[in-house]
């Protein structure tokens, strides 16, 4: 998860939002096939673009971007996100790229031990989502995932419901999600967190009380990473751990478990 800050105009405030979420490789559904969700937003606007159950497309933000840019829809599935793709040039990959023997292995692991307690079920989910301000005040959000391994064919999950898998309107700030799909889907979590910042709460607050709301109601653990126009961030878990990152006024944070962040000068890297 990426919040960042940036001297970026208005459509590479999209691009880099889809940049850094542009990597290949996804979990595998219950047949070991890849299906993945993917939307973006522009706070600016509130225009947004998504896609879900896509196949064989190594870089599905793209894909959401394309929806948002070059149609006059804000969610396209299946079929029809796959003939899109097509008439937009988006270069179809074979299905073994996308399939590594890591996630064959995790796939076997999760049908053998179904129905197995597990002391963190979310611990290995693999959202990546980003969120962006720009020197104009325009905020974006982006997410992206492949969902949940042993997942039923078909299966949507948060990241491609703008609302729950994140938000972004330049009034308030840009958010995007992770943690288990059903449960942010309920509490609609992104917009349910940009509500209680509109209510005066701090960045922090306002994801924790969020989280807390998701876990309380339906023990849906999950995390959320902020940014609003004023370039103040925030970053909340309540998963064992989660990988995040933000560069603002050239320093690199970076963290993975609670109460551990370190500090890099970008020159550095």
């Given at each position: 998860?990426?919040?960042e800050t940036?001297?970026e105009?208005?459509?590479s405030?999209?691009?880099l939002?889809?940049?850094?979420l542009?990597r290949c490789g996804s979990?595998?559904?219950?047949n070991?096939d890849?299906?993945?969700d993917?939307?973006i937003m ?5 225009s ?5 159950a896509?196949?064989?497309?190594a870089n599905?933000i793209?894909?959401?971007r394309l929806?948002?840019e070059?149609t006059?829809?804000c969610?396209?599935t299946d ?6 793709a097509a ?12 399939v590594t023997?890591?996630?064959r292995?995790?796939l076997?692991?999760?049908?053998h031990?179904k129905?197995?307690p597990?002391?963190d ?5 693999g959202?990546?989502g980003?969120?962006?301000?720009d ?5 974006a959000?982006?997410t992206?995932t492949?969902g949940?391994?042993?997942k039923?064919?078909g299966?949507v999950g948060d990241s ?8 972004a309107d330049?009034a ?5 999600t992770t943690g288990?799909?059903e449960?942010?889907?309920?509490v ?8 209680h910042v509109?209510?005066g709460?701090?960045?922090?607050e306002?994801a924790?009380?969020s989280?807390?709301?998701m876990k309380s109601?339906l ?5 959320v990473?902020?940014?609003?126009k004023?370039?103040?961030w925030a970053?909340?878990?309540t ?14 944070h970076?963290g993975i478990?609670?109460?551990t962040?370190?500090i890099?000068?970008?020159?550095l890297?």
């Amino acid at each position: 998860m990426h919040p960042e800050t940036r001297e970026e105009g208005a459509q590479s405030l999209a691009g880099l939002c889809d940049s850094t979420l542009s990597r290949c490789g996804s979990v595998l559904n219950v047949n070991g096939d890849v299906e993945m969700d993917a939307s973006i937003m522009s706070g600016k606007d509130l225009s947004s673009g998504a896609v879900s159950a896509v196949r064989c497309i190594a870089n599905p933000i793209k894909l959401a971007r394309l929806v948002m840019e070059k149609t006059p829809h804000c969610f396209l599935t299946d079929r029809g996100a796959a003939e899109f793709a097509a008439a937009m040039g988006v270069r179809e990959v074979p299905r073994e790229q996308l399939v590594t023997e890591r996630n064959r292995k995790r796939l076997e692991k999760e049908k053998h031990c179904k129905g197995t307690p597990k002391p963190d079920p979310q611990k290995h989910l693999g959202t990546v989502g980003a969120v962006a301000l720009d020197s104009k005040g325009d905020v974006a959000y982006a997410t992206s995932t492949g969902g949940i391994v042993n997942k039923m064919v078909g299966r949507v999950g948060d990241s491609p419901c703008i609302g729950s898998g994140g938000y972004a309107d330049n009034a308030i700030g840009a958010v995007s999600t992770t943690g288990h799909g059903e449960s942010i889907l309920k509490v609609n979590l992104a917009r349910l967190t940009l509500f209680h910042v509109e209510q005066g709460k701090t960045l922090e607050e306002a994801a924790e009380v969020s989280l807390g709301y998701m876990k309380s109601k339906l023990k849906g653990l999950g995390g959320v990473i902020l940014v609003n126009k004023a370039g103040d961030w925030a970053v909340k878990w309540t998963s064992e751990s989660m990988p995040w990152a933000a560069a603002q006024a050239g320093k690199l944070h970076c963290g993975i478990d609670l109460n551990t962040t370190s500090i890099t000068d970008l020159d550095l890297l």
